[in-house]
């Protein structure tokens, strides 16, 4: 039995389904109360997973969300039945750290990651197309650093505890959530009262999402910046597919809960700067493309025990911190007194994606292996 899932989940038509479940549960998690075209927006969530635990002050993003939890709790139940957890670490990895920085930096510039880049544009944000081409651009330039010498390193075996510890940590946050603990007055875990973070689905119901996708995603591989590396580095279209479904069952689900509206200006939780929702979405699919995984891919590793995509979970946390202390992250389009206030990233938040960019570039080619 465990045989024959394995092969129909390594299937084309195992990544479609795959793809499609993701496609149908985000937007269903935004009419049960997430926040508008952000179903799932990996970045997001970790964002509001920092401001809960006071990591940043931002008080409109603080919550625990129990997507993630579910997304790596999920992974590891996929593998521990099918025998695929194994501790793992490679090398570098404070440049995995450097790299998870980054990649929240330039996700929210866009506000978003590549997911919710896919459910936007299924929900009619036009401003999801420059993103998506950012990103392959990112993407793109990650390739050839990979057709070069780049490499990390390998991964190797290690202690078994290594590869629980982000599930421990996940189990961790789900208790924070649930008990809601106040260590001090004034002091954490916040809640936002208004704004994204105070909206949400309810909690058990986000949880078994999360653990579904969670299970399905580590089960097929399921990877956006995989999927686009796939189709450039080798024409290999088996993930591009799945995420191909994603978004066609997304678009259907939104038509069906009246959550479609086209549009640029004044899209929810979105800004209309065509330059740097591209820029910023390059900068994070560089990041991706170095680090080998998007952030739910690399959510669905740490759950089957790799060290070195919990590394790089932890450093998109931190980037998430740094984002919203330092005010890097974009603001969304606004309308006062029907006028349309186009949004986006402030003076620092420019700079720290030409910076990030910088050093991406720089880890790129300090970071390759001599070609035979």
């Known amino acids: 039995m465990l045989e024959r899932l394995t092969k129909f989940f390594a299937s084309r038509w195992g990544v479609i389904l795959a793809g499609a479940v993701i496609g149908v549960l985000g937007p269903t998690l935004q009419k049960l109360g997430n926040p508008p075209n952000m179903g799932i927006c990996v970045a ?11 990591l940043h002050r931002a008080s409109v ?15 590891t139940i996929a593998a521990l039945i099918f025998r695929e957890f194994k501790a793992r670490v490679g090398s570098a990895p404070i440049v995995r750290f450097i790299l998870g920085i980054f990649a929240m930096i330039g996700a929210l510039v866009f506000l978003g990651c590549p997911w919710r880049a896919n459910f936007r544009l299924a929900g009619g944000d036009l401003n999801a197309i420059p993103a998506l081409i950012g990103l392959v651009i ?26 629980w510890i982000m599930p421990v940590l996940m189990i961790g946050l789900l208790l924070l959530v649930i008990f809601r603990p106040v260590f001090s007055e004034g002091g954490p875990i916040f809640f936002s009262e208004k704004g994204p973070g105070s909206l ?39 993930l591009i597919s799945g995420v191909l479904a994603l978004l066609v069952a997304a678009f259907m689900t939104n038509l069906v809960y009246g959550q479609f ?28 493309a170095l680090a080998g995984g998007c952030p739910g891919r690399q959510l669905f590793l740490a759950g089957e025990g790799d060290g070195d995509s919990g590394i790089f979970v932890l450093g998109m946390i ?16 606004a309308v006062v007194e029907g006028a349309l206030q186009v949004g986006g990233p402030s003076p620092y938040g420019m700079i720290a994606v030409i ?17 035979a």
């Not at 993003?61 to 992974?75: A, D, H, N, T, W």
């Not at 793109?140 to 190797?156: D, K, P």
């Open 138 to 163: 990112g993407i793109a330039i990650g390739v050839w650093f990979l057709r070069t010498g780049y490499n990390l390193g390998r991964s190797q075996k290690t202690y078994t505890a290594v590869g």
């Open 61 to 75: 993003v603080q919550y625990i969300r129990p997507e993630i939890v579910g997304f790596v709790l999920g992974s």
């Open 318 to 333: 931190v980037g998430a911190a740094i984002s919203h202390n330092f005010n890097l992250a974009a603001k969304s389009d």
């Open 355 to 371: 910076l990030g960019l910088v050093v991406c570039i720089v880890i790129g080619f300090t970071m390759r292996e001599k070609m």
């Open 44 to 54: 997001c969530f970790e964002r509001d997973i920092a401001g809960a635990l006071g």
């Open 200 to 238: 949400h689905a309810p909690l058990v119901v986000s949880l078994a999402i999360g653990l579904v996708i969670g299970f399905l995603a580590q089960r097929t591989r399921f990877c956006t910046m995989g999927a686009i590396r796939d189709v450039i580095l080798i024409r290999d279209f088996h």
């Open 261 to 288: 509206k086209v549009g640029y200006a004044a899209q929810p939780i979105s800004h209309s700067n065509f330059l740097w929702n591209m820029l910023g979405m390059v900068l994070a699919g560089l990041a991706y």
